[in-house]
Nanobody, 122 residues
Framework: VQLQASGGGLVQPGGSLRLSCAAS????????IGWFRQRPGKEREGFSC????????VYKDSVKGRFTIGRDSQKNAVYLQINNLRPEDTATYYC????????????????WGQGTLVTVSS
């Protein structure tokens, strides 16, 4: 199982980014995809996932309204749209394949992409 996260970069506060997690069609069929981030000096935290069976989505309360997770079936990918970016969103963002639950815990995920860096700064 291979996952490829992309789309990170430098963006000003208030801006938007769309991250992408590319995977094979089989991977997207068999596994839920979760998005995590790790800020400098902090533990990795989960904030959104989408299930493989019914596209049910879960969001951490702190990102509701700003983050949107969805599928891009044409590209065999799961995207994460981030709006109104804040400096505290600066982190390396990871996608992972596993099980989607409200816990959004890294232990629920078996396979990880390499991460993409998002820097929010003026």
């Amino acid at each position: 199982v291979q996952l490829q996260a992309s789309g990170g970069g430098l963006v000003q506060p208030g801006g938007s980014l769309r991250l992408s997690c590319a995977a094979s069609r089989d991977t997207l069929h068999d596994y839920a995809i979760g998005w995590f981030r790790q800020r400098p000096g902090k533990e990795r935290e989960g904030f959104s996932c989408i299930s493989s069976a019914d596209d049910n989505t879960v969001y951490k309360d702190s990102v509701k309204g700003r983050f949107t997770i969805g599928r891009d079936s044409q590209k065999n990918a799961v995207y994460l749209q981030i709006n109104n970016l804040r400096p505290e969103d600066t982190a390396t963002y990871y996608c992972a394949a596993g099980s989607c639950s409200p816990l959004l815990h890294p232990m629920e995920y078996d396979y990880w992409g390499q991460g993409t860096l998002v820097t929010v700064s003026s």
